[in-house]
């Protein structure tokens, strides 16, 4: 099993749906998670902390900028969201599904098994589907990849090959629209999806790797 780091090291050598209920905004490596306030300890975070956060969050977007921008060159999907979308599902590639099976966009395998040309089969994995009476927690049967380089090819596969999305596709220099449409289509169950994407759009000024 891959530890988190080697997993934010294996995006490098790429030279470089679907998503639960999640926080507001993923926390870069080393941040402070939210927690409810009679957990939180009274320590602020150090700076030093903040550094490192600060610096773990710019190598995971170093490297996975390369395959995002790749992907948009063939796909036409804003790399600032794939970031985004990128950042939020795998928790900056922290997350059990990023670090064992390299999916980095929590895109599923069907419900027949089928897990299309870039992965190479399906594991199951707890998650949180939300609907009109809420969220509940389930297990879903996810894409496993060999690499993250993989992972990216098949989000960008996944989004541009579906007519699902295919309205999202008249929006693409128009990255904020983009998000709120493909999340209208269905591609997360989570309501607040878009306005995360976004906000780690702006955050993070993820725009710059459209261009």
């Known amino acids: 099993?891959?530890?988190?780091?080697?997993a934010l090291t294996s995006l490098i050598t790429i030279g470089a749906a679907i998503s639960p209920c999640l926080p507001a905004v993923a926390t870069p490596p080393g941040?402070?998670?939210?927690?409810?306030?009679e957990s939180r300890s009274a320590s602020p975070l150090t700076s030093s902390a903040a550094s490192s956060s600060s610096a773990l969050a710019a190598s995971f977007l170093r490297?996975?900028?390369?395959?995002a921008r790749r992907s948009q060159r063939v796909t036409k999907v804003p790399a600032s969201v794939i970031l985004?979308?990128?950042?939020?599902?795998?928790?900056w590639g922290r997350s059990g599904l990023a670090v064992t099976?390299?999916?980095?966009f929590g895109i599923k395998c069907s419900s027949s098994g089928d897990h299309g040309p870039y992965a190479t089969g399906c594991r199951?994995?707890?998650?949180?589907?939300?609907?009109?009476r809420g969220c509940r927690r389930t297990t879903a049967l996810f894409r496993t990849y060999r690499s993250p380089a993989d992972s990216?090819?098949?989000?960008?596969?996944?989004?541009?090959?579906?007519?699902?999305?295919?309205?999202a596709f008249e929006h693409t220099a128009d990255p904020d629209r983009f998000a709120r449409r493909i999340a209208r289509a269905g591609y997360a169950t989570d309501p607040g999806y878009p306005a995360?994407?976004?906000?780690?759009?702006?955050?993070?000024?993820l725009y710059r790797y459209d261009r």
Not at 31 to 37: I, M, Q
Not at 152 to 167: E, I, M, Q, T, V
Request: hydrophobic share 30%.
């Open 124 to 132: 199951r994995h707890p998650t949180t589907e939300c609907g009109p």
């Open 31 to 37: 941040g402070a998670a939210r927690v409810p306030a």
């Open 1 to 6: 099993m891959l530890t988190p780091r080697r």
């Open 152 to 167: 990216f090819k098949d989000h960008g596969r996944f989004l541009s090959s579906s007519d699902r999305y295919r309205a």
């Open 84 to 91: 985004a979308q990128a950042i939020l599902e795998s928790s």
């Open 63 to 67: 490297q996975a900028g390369v395959p």
């Open 196 to 205: 995360k994407l976004i906000k780690l759009m702006r955050t993070y000024d």
């Open 101 to 104: 099976d390299r999916n980095y």
